[in-house]
DNA sequence: AAATATACAAAAAACGATTATTGTTTAATT
DNA sequence: AATTAAACAATAATCGTTTTTTGTATATTT
């Protein structure tokens, strides 16, 4: 009633040493068992805290797990972002999108988890709250593209952001649709076709 | 081991009237119970037959469930076929058929499966072969926009469809992808400008 | 002020015994 | 020749019970 710094459930901060170790254990147990058969009292012994300090911060399991989620999709985006600083096109900055998002689908915690419960990684692709996240990334960089006029100044910011998130989702969800596009020189090649032309003209030079 | 008829598994005929009585049971099971709870011998009491005859045309209970959605897939595609005959360009037909698409997911078998088995929803729609028999649906399509001019005749037929297909499966799984694109006028000109031009030029007539 | 330890009822999971379903086979029926 | 009916072992689902886990509360420790 009286709490001040009473943060129940909205933004967690990594910063937080506590929270940070709760994820890391969170993180390692889900890694280890999936979700289902982990339980908050394993990820308290594995984090050698309380199950109490658990729920101080992340009202349930179900809070957790998303803030398990949350933090390594926040650290996956940093990263992407610095990557993205290095280059020179909005079709680089996309390729190498997709490239490094099917990495982490292989070897981060997505692809343990698949082996697990495979319905469950299934779900969180399709759920659109999972993309949501990631729509305030591309903004930036389709400014940036428009100015140097690799595309046009011409197409909303909104709607230059929605093809390429819906381009990168489609990529990394399913790197063969017809033509398969699962080395990087293909898959540049193919984005930069549709997003400087579509299936319009100047597929050679003319 | 004298068999000449022999249809195994692959290729189910929906002429045979069996056929279609097994798939019909089983669809209507589907439809009310789900996957999980239907059982060969349920299937067998709805369409008045033996469960033998079903395990002869569908090897197990595996084959019959794919059977009813591959079955619901091509009445889809032929009824979609059907109605975009009558439509003049690419965009139109795009449009038409992520408009239908997203009504069979809110109204056909999907919709009262996601209720009681969402998981398998889920892992039907990440599966590639759920797509891959859509392939061989849009080249001709793609050629007759060729020659209208609509789209270039310098893109290969193959890329073409390949985009066509994951804007099309984009549309349908995410109808909000950050712009919302729920009216089919919205849909339209969207896929008006990602298709004919991407988000190059062009964006007005110039 | 936050973390811990403990206790507690309600909900969920694990368990073992029982029942139903699967997939195969075989003889009888249409 | 295909469909049916019946029997069968192997597998999977269901049920009622026991155990664990969840989420909350409270007193104690750091």
Redesign the interface.
């Known amino acids: 009633m009286t709490s001040v710094t009473n943060n129940q459930f909205n933004s967690v901060d990594y910063d937080d040493p506590m929270v940070a170790r709760i994820l890391d254990a969170g993180e390692q147990c889900i890694h280890r068992f999936g979700i289902r058969r982990t339980s908050m009292g394993e990820v308290a012994r594995v984090g050698r805290l309380s199950r109490g300090s658990i729920y101080r911060h992340f009202g349930d399991k179900e809070s957790l797990v998303e803030g398990v989620f949350r933090r390594r999709q926040a650290l996956f985006l940093n990263r992407t972002e610095a990557e993205l600083e290095t280059l020179p096109t909005?079709v680089d900055k996309l390729t190498e999108s997709v490239v490094s998002g099917r990495k982490d689908m292989r070897e981060g915690i997505f692809a343990s988890l698949a082996e697990t419960e495979?319905?469950?990684v299934?779900?969180m692709?399709?759920d659109?709250r999972f993309?949501?996240r990631s729509?305030s990334f591309w903004p930036p960089h389709i400014r940036m593209?428009q100015v140097t006029g690799e595309?046009?100044a011409?197409?909303d910011v909104?709607?230059?952001?929605?093809?390429v998130?819906?381009?990168a989702?489609?990529m990394v969800?399913?790197p063969?649709?017809?033509?398969t596009?699962k080395t990087r020189p293909a898959l540049k090649q193919?984005l930069q076709?549709?997003?400087?032309?579509?299936?319009?003209?100047?597929?050679?030079s003319?």
């Not at 909104?158 to 093809?163: F, H, K, S, V």
């Not at 076709?193 to 050679?204: E, F, K, R, T, Y």
């Open positions: 909005l495979p319905e469950t299934a779900m692709f399709l659109p993309y949501q729509v593209a595309i046009s011409d197409v909104a709607t230059a952001t929605d093809l998130m819906r381009l989702v489609s969800m399913f063969d649709m017809g033509v596009l193919y076709q549709v997003i400087c032309h579509g299936l319009g003209g100047a597929a050679s003319r």
